[in-house]
């Protein structure tokens, strides 16, 4: 469950947060799908409602908007994100090239998926990620807060990615903006290798296909 998970999200990107209810699950889980499948600009509360057999007033309770929405989502991918890393890094000690290489994997998605909830897979919002993070980082004006909660979630990622490179190559400058660097090279690649709507190639091909591009980058910077 998503409680056991203790998955840190801004609570400015709620108004209740919605892993505390049945129905919030529900919902953060019909958008996700929703998304993918019909795209951010096309999707709404009132098609998300009717996905959920619930209301617009309902949606209202736990969002104020579908751009605080995907805020939300995309800062629930960076925090799950940052805890499985920790967790992995936890397991491998000081072991600084194991933890680079695992932390590529994870980035890439070639990881065994765990739920979120009882039906709510990390490999769902990783596509949304991928397609829709671009969109996040162009929130303006009021949004702008959502923009910057959700940033800060990324930044986590980002921080940790660079700890590891800064410890396999102290003499790495600038390991925060490469850390950054490979991250988005990571989605920008994944984003040109699928088509517009959905994925099409098979999850495991497509993950591995991924990581090996991400080693070959991170190589080249740490060489």
């Not at 203790?6 to 505390?20: G, H, W």
Request: net charge positive.
């Amino acid at each position: 469950m998503i409680t056991q998970l203790r998955l840190e999200v801004p609570a400015e990107l709620f108004i209740k947060d919605p892993f505390s209810s049945e129905l919030g699950a529900k919902i953060v889980e019909a958008a996700i799908q929703l998304i993918n499948k019909i795209g951010y600009e096309d999707f709404t509360f009132k098609k998300l409602a009717l996905s959920c057999k619930t209301t617009e007033a309902t949606i209202y309770r736990y969002f104020h908007s579908k751009q605080q929405l995907l805020a939300y989502l995309c800062a629930l991918y960076w925090s799950y994100t940052t805890l499985i890393i920790e967790l992995e890094g936890e397991k491998l000690n000081s072991n600084s090239k194991k933890q680079l290489g695992s932390l590529l994997q994870i980035l890439s998605n070639n990881v065994e998926l765990k739920s979120l909830s009882n039906t709510l897979l990390i490999e769902e919002l990783f596509r949304l990620v991928i397609k829709q993070w671009p969109k996040v980082n162009h929130l303006d004006g009021e949004q702008n807060t959502y923009l910057n909660d959700a940033v800060n979630a990324y930044k986590k990622v980002t921080q940790l990615f660079a700890n590891v490179l800064h410890t396999i190559q102290p003499k790495l400058r600038y390991s925060l903006v490469y850390a950054d660097t490979i991250v988005m090279a990571i989605h920008n690649y994944a984003l040109n290798s699928c088509r517009e709507k959905e994925f099409t190639i098979d999850k495991k091909s497509f993950s591995k296909e991924i990581q090996k591009f991400s080693e070959q980058l991170t190589q080249k910077i740490i060489a």
